[in-house]
């Protein structure tokens, strides 16, 4: 089974509806993120949480909100979708060590039309 | 001003040949770390190799090693002996201070290697 997992895979939206996308891990691992990517920008944080207490708002927060509901789950809101959040949105872990990578679940292609 | 920068957006390279993706970054903490990963068109992203500032040697991972120039701010990576399993986007990330776990990201090479 994969470590990092994400619901759902695909989704396709109209604007202004509310999307939730959510994030399970079974990696034991304290700190979660939310990115998304689109095409020649790389990954850009969105929300990220050290701790189930902990919610730290990343360099694109805006229009998004997130929830961690434990220590393994980690969801991202769209209140009010809109066409330019259509992009690929990853979940990734990482333990405390300095030298940490992050772990990234497969990724929700969301489509907002 | 971007703090990782992936200057080739593209590449093309035969096929057992190697390959030198470049980085370079832009910080002025003295504690920071440098990460690769492969993005196939499958689309997940998997963890290559990584290099911490303070580290005295290059790093190494079986077929990638990194290019390490702190001086220059460079962080290049070398894959040996090229594979058409190795086409796929490649980015380069930097975590900057000992305590801060958010990554910066590189906007990625697209890496096609020809058989």
């Known amino acids: 089974d994969a470590d990092v997992t994400q619901t759902p895979r695909n989704r396709i939206t109209k604007t202004g509806k509310r999307i939730m996308l959510e994030c399970s891990q079974t990696k034991g691992h304290d700190r979660m993120y939310w990115y998304r990517q689109d095409p020649g920008l790389g990954l850009r944080l969105i929300y990220y949480s050290f701790d189930v207490k902990d919610i730290n708002k990343g360099e694109i927060s805006d229009g998004y909100s997130v929830s961690r509901q434990a220590q393994a789950k980690f969801s991202l809101s769209l209140e009010s979708a809109i066409p330019n959040q259509t992009a690929l949105y990853f979940c990734?872990?990482?333990?405390?060590?300095?030298?940490?990578?992050?772990?990234f679940g497969p990724g929700t292609r969301l489509t907002v039309l | 001003a971007q703090k990782i920068t992936q200057t080739q957006p593209g590449m093309f390279v035969q096929e057992k040949e190697a390959v030198t993706l470049d980085c370079t970054y832009d910080?002025?903490?003295?504690?920071?770390?440098l990460f690769w990963y492969k993005q196939p068109s499958s689309g997940e992203m998997i963890f290559l190799i990584y290099q911490g500032s303070y580290d005295q040697q290059n790093a190494t991972e079986g077929r990638y090693s990194l290019n390490f120039q702190k001086a220059r701010k460079s962080a290049n990576l070398v894959i040996s002996a090229s594979q058409l399993g190795d086409s796929a986007m490649y980015f380069c990330?930097?975590?900057?201070?000992?305590?801060?776990?958010?990554?910066?990201w590189g906007a990625g090479t697209k890496l096609i290697i020809k058989p």
């Open positions: 990734a872990t990482s333990d405390e060590r300095e030298r940490s990578e992050q772990f």
């Open positions: 990330a930097m975590r900057e201070g000992p305590s801060n776990y958010q990554l910066i």
């Open positions: 910080t002025s903490d003295p504690s920071y770390g």
